[in-house]
């Protein structure tokens, strides 16, 4: 008997006549498993998804649900049948609290009119308890952070209640702790009879949760594994097509002034008049360092962020670099004038124009200098010129010589594109906000490396991440924050996970 709930056959999806995203994949998932799906930055799986749950049309190929040949016309549909999926970039409107975006397309109403938000909530926040997964029910989706507005997707697709269910990279923001309690939810989930598709670049998921896995690479479908009988190596190969090595600091201790520095930084959170998210904090960076921020998701490092790289101004304190005060100095002077360079937290609100190409992409920040423009003419063959580099170099994949729109790009290579073109700026102070979000095994390796050159040639580095891992292996300095206060630091070469770990509850 035929107990596979999913069949893809042959599926084929070109788009733009020229980008083969799907060669003749065939995939199928079993009734009641946790399949995973894996591939590098741009194999074809969030399109492989995106066509079971009706935004695409493939080219070619047919579906199957439950044995039955089905053509999934629109998400819509894909719902009828059953299917709902988280996706890699979310789909929410901005002005609505989370609670909205949760129950948007199935509000319960009274009387089919007026939606039942009570009701709504209430039935929300049992979700949230059964699985240990909260959200601030009535923030606008615009001031939640990044984590908070996966933590609702989450709940969205669990609210609607379908049998299959598709995550694209749910844990790709979510912090360790977080990831433990999703992992759990997933399990739950499973025992409650549901069919689970996750696309996921941690190996250690993988291994944790789901029974086979897919590997795509390049399009194509590499073949399905036991999770059980396959190795994390042999995965990992199966996936990028060669062997990796794990990137370390050789950790020093720079001596000099710091070239950045923080002193006695107060500020709201982001969104918030009277919420204190940071509360006197100072530290300096100097060249030749990686400082690396450590914490729990939600505990002052959007509002850091902000006030370093100028999108929002403290209550009191400074910023300074290079000796100079410059906490009044709005966004592009700090980029051009103090050669600041920032991969963002949030990559399509602030690292990308995504409606524009790779070639204005890349040049971006410095657009306006002579390097790009003179006399107000765009220099357009340098700016081709220097895309392509970074291209090239980051191994951005079907860029189209830079006349990809960035939209167009896998989350991943737009991630690439954003930090290549950082590391490629002059810059001597390098603000990188989780720079591998999202990012593949070979691609984490790269960028890793980058840097670490970045470093070697006497930048001052400022790594904000959520990986305790990405952490430990980068920074030369570990300063852990919580609830906006600095807890403490430890040497890079002296840190041990579970004391990080404590310090970021709040243990001194
Ligand atoms: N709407 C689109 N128009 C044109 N090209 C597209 C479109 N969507 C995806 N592509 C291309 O198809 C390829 C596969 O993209 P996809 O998003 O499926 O990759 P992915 O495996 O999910 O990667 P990632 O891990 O980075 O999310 C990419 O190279 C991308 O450039
Ligand atoms: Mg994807």
Not at 128 to 139: A, R, T
Not at 185 to 190: D, P, T
Not at 279 to 306: H, M, P, R, W, Y
Not at 405 to 425: C, D, H, P, W, Y
């Amino acid at each position: 008997m035929n107990d596979n709930i999913i069949e893809m056959k042959d599926i084929l999806m070109i788009f733009n006549k020229k980008i083969v995203a799907n060669d003749n994949v065939n995939f199928s998932v079993k009734k009641g498993e946790i399949h995973a799906l894996m591939g590098e930055n741009g194999a074809g799986k969030s399109t492989l998804m995106s066509i079971l749950f009706g935004i695409y049309n493939p080219t070619k190929g047919t579906i199957k649900i439950r044995g039955k040949e089905e053509v999934v016309t629109s998400p819509i549909k894909a719902n009828k049948l059953g299917i709902g999926m988280v996706h890699q970039h979310f789909k929410m409107v901005d002005i609505f609290p989370l609670w909205r975006n949760i129950s948007l397309g199935s509000e319960e109403t009274i009387s089919k009119t007026v939606i039942n938000s009570k009701k709504i909530k209430a039935d929300i926040t049992e979700i949230m308890e059964k699985y240990n997964l909260s959200v601030d029910l009535d923030i606008k989706a615009e001031n939640a952070s990044v984590g908070m507005k996966q933590r609702a997707e989450i709940l969205k697709v669990l609210y609607q209640g379908n049998e299959i269910l598709v995550f694209d990279e749910p844990t790709a923001v979510l912090t360790p702790q977080e990831i433990d309690g999703f992992l759990e939810v997933l399990l739950e989930l499973q025992k409650n009879g549901k069919t689970i598709i996750l696309i996921t670049h941690k190996m250690n998921e993988i291994k944790k949760v789901a029974n086979s896995a897919t590997v795509l690479r390049l399009g194509k479908s590499i073949g399905t594994y036991d999770v059980k009988t396959s190795s994390i190596e042999e995965l990992s190969e199966a996936m990028v097509g060669r062997k990796l090595v794990e990137i370390k600091n050789e950790h020093s201790d720079p001596k000099g002034d710091n070239f950045l520095e923080l002193k006695n930084i107060y500020a709201n959170k982001q969104g918030f008049k009277k919420i204190n998210a940071l509360d006197n904090v100072s530290l300096g960076v100097k060249k030749g360092e990686i400082v690396a921020i450590a914490g729990v998701e939600g505990n002052g490092q959007l509002e850091l962020a902000n006030i370093i790289s100028g999108m929002s101004s403290p209550n009191s304190g400074e910023v300074i670099i290079d000796g100079k005060d410059i906490t009044k100095a709005n966004v592009s002077q700090r980029f051009v004038k103090y050669k600041m360079s920032h991969i963002p937290e949030d990559r399509h609100k602030h690292g990308l124009a995504l409606d524009w190409n790779l070639i204005n992409n890349g040049a971006f920040e410095d657009i306006a200098t002579p390097k790009f423009s003179r006399k107000g003419i765009l220099r357009r063959g340098k700016m081709q010129q220097y895309a392509q580099d970074i291209i090239d170099k980051y191994d951005v994949r079907n860029a189209d010589f830079g006349f990809a729109i960035a939209r167009q790009l896998s989350g991943g290579n737009q991630q690439k594109m954003i930090v290549g073109r950082e590391f490629t700026r002059e810059a001597d102070f390098h603000l990188i906000f989780q720079p591998t979000r999202g990012l593949d095994v070979g691609s984490i390796e790269f960028i890793h490396s980058q840097i670490l050159r970045l470093k070697s040639e006497g930048k001052a580095i400022l790594l904000i991440s959520y990986e305790l891992s990405e952490i430990m292996q980068l920074a030369d300095r570990i300063i852990v924050i919580n609830a906006g206060h600095i807890i403490g630091e430890i040497p890079g070469n002296k840190a041990e996970r579970n004391q990080i770990g404590r310090m970021m509850m709040g243990e001194k």
